[in-house]
Structure formats: structure tokens, C-alpha cells
């Protein structure tokens, strides 16, 4: 079991950046694949980026290519997403999420979650 805790987030001019961090307990963080998920006010979560257990395997939606940056540091259990460019429409809280299979954008393929951390983009 893995338990997640996501920081970073706060209240950001539109144009500017931010690092999430989700810091991870336990022993096995490398064993898991790793995701960032986001819920906007009224709307669905939504899926952002994803991350293999070896960092070599990245993936993004269409609408955070470019902008954001997954990594993970193995070594320290912690998972970030640097985020640039903001944007209103990237005002919600971002989630991490843990798979014991693989790297995916459904968010049914996640075992554990983190509690959330707010981004609000001001315009």
C-alpha cells in the first residue's frame, strides 16, 4: 500500500508557473505507475499526465502538451509536475495516483489517491 500526498499548488497569475509535488510512503514507490488527475468546479476529473514506474514512458493530454512536465525521483518518493503557462482553464484541484499496472489515462486504473491540491490561474 502507498499512501499519497500532493503540495505545490496555491493562486497563480495566468502566464505563470507552478511544481506539484506528491510525495509518496512506503517501500515500494518504484514498483508503481504513476499519474497526475484534475477536477475543475462542476466538471468531471479529467486525466493530465502519466508516468512509468522507470520514467522512461510519459504521457499527456492533448491540452497540457507542452505545457507541463511530468518527472519522478525514485530515490526520494516523490512525483512532481512542473506546470507553465497557466491558464484559467487550469484552475481545479490536481490529484495524484498510484496503478500497480500500467502507466494509463483512466483514472479506474489508479489503486491509491492523494487528497488533492488546489491551482487556481488567475486572469
Known amino acids: 500500500q502507498v499512501q499519497l500526498v500532493e503540495s505545490g499548488g496555491g493562486l497563480v497569475q495566468a502566464g505563470g508557473s507552478l511544481r506539484l509535488s506528491c510525495a509518496a510512503s512506503?517501500?515500494?514507490?518504484?514498483?508503481?505507475?504513476l499519474g497526475w488527475f484534475r477536477q475543475a468546479p462542476g466538471k468531471e476529473r479529467e486525466f493530465v499526465s502519466a508516468i512509468s514506474r522507470s520514467t522512461i514512458t510519459t504521457y499527456y493530454a492533448d491540452s497540457t502538451k507542452g505545457r507541463f512536465t511530468i518527472s519522478r525521483d525514485n530515490a526520494k518518493n516523490t512525483m512532481y509536475l512542473h506546470i507553465n503557462s497557466l491558464n484559467p482553464e487550469d484552475t481545479a484541484v490536481y490529484f495524484c495516483a498510484a496503478s500497480r499496472t500500467g502507466p494509463t489515462m483512466n483514472a479506474a486504473g489508479y489503486d491509491y489517491w492523494g487528497q488533492g491540491t488546489q491551482v487556481t490561474a488567475s486572469s
Open positions: 512506503g517501500r515500494t514507490f518504484s514498483s508503481y505507475n
